[in-house]
């Protein structure tokens, strides 16, 4: 499923994508506050509860509008997260399903970054 990443790489691809959303003008990933969106950041307490859910198999994140700007023109997006867990319906549409805990207001970045930024 996932794997490591060599730390160099990673700041390469990151880079990329900053400098592909800074020229896609008006139609870039923002913050609140009108910067061009980097990440965000989120808190071992909302992903320990996730996680010590032993239903969860992993977790699902979305790029969500931001609650503050619904209904308005302004690109400003959060994370929205959730566990998941396998999903045993038959003929299930979708691999898993929520757990029902579903996060968001996640702290973005700028400001909240770390020196792979």
């Given amino acids: 499923m996932t794997s490591k990443i060599d ?20 139609h870039a990933l923002k913050t609140p506050d009108g910067q061009h969106l980097n990440g965000f950041f989120i808190d071992r307490e909302s992903l320990e509860t996730i996680l010590n859910d032993q239903k969860n198999v992993g977790i699902h994140l979305f790029i969500a509008k931001h609650p503050d700007f619904t209904g308005k023109p302004d690109r400003a997006h959060t994370l929205v997260f959730t566990g998941s867990e396998p999903n045993t319906e038959p003929d299930a ?25």
């Fill in 7 to 26: 730390p160099t790489l990673a700041k390469s691809l990151i880079k990329e994508f900053q400098q592909e959303n800074k020229a896609s003008a008006e």
């Fill in 93 to 117: 549409k979708t691999p898993y399903v929520s757990s029902g805990i579903v996060y968001h207001d996640t702290p973005i970045c700028p400001p909240f970054c770390t020196d792979l930024v």
